[in-house]
T-cell receptor
Framework: AQSVTQLGSHVSVSEGALVLLRCNYS??????LFWYVQYPNQGLQLLLK??????LVKGINGFEAEFKKSETSFHLTKPSAHMSDAAEYFC????????????FGTGTLLAVQP | DTGVSQNPRHKITKRGQNVTFRCDPI?????LYWYRQTLGQGPEFLTY????????KSRLLSDRFSAERPKGSFSTLEIQRTEQGDSAMYLC?????????????FGPGTRLLVL
């Protein structure tokens, strides 16, 4: 069975500071990993995804994530937080040959302080 | 692309009533998914369609839930005899192709409150 764990349900950073949102996965087969962002009262928007190509994945809005098989991690980072980054972030996993259903973590709510 | 649309955006109903939600996927997307999201949780898979065929249903989808995609375009999710535990955000997503790495595009969701 696959699962993802997001450590820290709430993360607060200052504007301009590094953003680090943690995601660890569990999968018996090589995974595909995704980060989605959800703004209030909106659906989920894809930030980036790992599909077994480059382990460092760059996404939209300056976000990137690195797939580390040895650590079973796919942490999301951004060098400098902006006020507009305040939202909820979800890590999700699926794998080749699956029905494509995404297994989501419980989410991390990012607050950005001025 | 106009994106995935869902209607209604909000629904308040009394326990025991039936409700129906609609999802219009991105045109030409052959896969359509339904997820449910409760407060403080990530979305949970309910069911998905490839064209008009419903290929998988989660154990979360009790007998009171039914989903259809009659012509392989829009989909409806019906909940019969609603219960307070059905209160949640119901999200629809669509994707093109059958590969697991295909991006799922999500709609804005329908927020259901059962009183």
């Amino acid at each position: 069975a696959q699962s993802v764990t997001q450590l820290g349900s709430h993360v607060s950073v200052s504007e301009g500071a590094l953003v680090l949102l943690r995601c660890n996965y569990s999968s018996s087969v090589p995974p595909y990993l995704f980060w989605y962002v959800q703004y209030p009262n909106q659906g989920l928007q894809l930030l980036l995804k790992y599909t077994s190509a480059a382990t460092l994945v760059k996404g939209i809005n300056g976000f990137e994530a690195e797939f580390k098989k040895s650590e079973t991690s796919f942490h999301l980072t951004k060098p400098s937080a902006h006020m507009s980054d305040a939202a909820e972030y979800f890590c999700a996993v699926t794998h080749p040959g699956a029905t494509n259903k995404l297994i989501f973590g419980t989410g991390t709510l990012l607050a950005v302080q001025p | 692309d106009t994106g995935v649309s869902q209607n209604p955006r909000h629904k308040i109903t009394k326990r025991g009533q039936n409700v129906t939600f609609r999802c219009d996927p991105i045109s030409e997307h052959n896969r359509l998914y339904w997820y449910r999201q409760t407060l403080g949780q990530g979305p949970e898979f309910l069911t998905y369609f490839q064209n008009e065929a419903q290929l998988e249903k989660s154990r979360l989808l009790s007998d009171r839930f039914s989903a259809e995609r009659p012509k392989g375009s829009f989909s409806t999710l019906e909940i019969q005899r609603t219960e307070q535990g059905d209160s949640a955000m119901y999200l629809c997503a669509s994707s093109l192709g059958g590969q697991a790495q295909e991006t799922q595009y999500f709609g804005p969701g329908t927020r259901l409150l059962v009183l």
